[in-house]
């Protein structure tokens, strides 16, 4: 054997040289890697932990790896992340005594069904009901053009065992007798139809439980204003006193 140079081993076998190369860092071309030389052996375990992390969710555009029946393919993150059928437009939450609540904005076309969650509603004046209008073009609604019936269950009896309707009133009566201590709230899920459509007549129906005398109610209700226009907004207000507390959540269906 003859050591040529620190980089280069020569050896004599069967009287044939065999060359050994240690070429410099950075030498090796890509040209001169095989398209299956890297393996998974060849990663280290940090390829993507020592890689800066993204602190905010991928765009559209981003792209990531992925194994198509063990091919690699590069796909966007629209293509991957999940479609809500309920996106959270806006959170009002009632914290100190008000005559009432209204929701004003990004009700329109967006959705055909917007779905309001009332949580924890509680009510100063005791055996108040809680009422509902509709905004048209920016301004409430309270002329005698709203329908609205009713039917619940209740704790101390079986079945159900209470009615009401109303026609031509100047409200949606969504609650009926509500109890005023603090420790017994309401809870509704409300949805309205269709805002924007200028064709039919508004409506909305609701679920509600929530306690009326010594008694918990199962309640549903449905409502409708007797116009075409296009609705814009919503408002909660009681028959009598304050609204105390509570949280509303206010979905878009798609």
């Known amino acids: ?145 709203y329908d609205w019936v009713y039917y619940y269950g209740q704790s101390n009896d079986s079945g159900f065992n209470g009615y009401a309707s109303s026609q031509n009133d100047s409200y949606i009566r969504l609650l009926d007798e509500v109890k005023s201590d603090s420790d017994q709230t309401a809870y509704l899920t409300l949805t309205l139809y269709d805002p924007s459509n200028t064709t039919t007549h508004k409506r909305i129906d609701s679920i509600n439980t929530y306690s009326r005398g010594g008694n918990i109610n199962a309640q549903r209700v449905g409502g409708r204003i007797e116009d075409t226009s296009a609705v814009d907004g919503v408002r909660f207000f009681m028959s009598s006193g304050n609204i105390d507390g509570g949280i509303i959540k206010m979905y878009g269906v798609a």
């Open 1 to 145: 054997a003859n050591t040529a140079s620190t980089d280069t081993m020569y050896c004599v076998f069967l009287g044939r040289a065999l060359q050994t190369v240690n070429p410099p860092d950075g030498s090796v071309a890509t040209a001169k890697i095989a398209a299956t030389a890297v393996t998974g052996a060849k990663l280290n375990t940090d390829v993507i932990s020592a890689q800066t992390a993204l602190a905010t969710a991928p765009a559209d555009t981003d792209e990531l790896l992925i194994s198509d029946a063990g091919v690699l393919k590069r796909i966007d993150y629209s293509l991957l992340k999940s479609t809500p059928t309920h996106v959270l437009i806006s959170t009002t939450t009632v914290s100190s005594a008000v005559s009432e609540v209204n929701i004003t904005s990004n009700i329109d076309s967006t959705y055909k069904r917007y779905i309001f969650h009332v949580d924890n509603l509680s009510c100063a004046t005791n055996n108040a009901h809680l009422h509902f209008r509709f905004f048209q073009s920016g301004s409430i609604v309270s002329s005698s053009t």
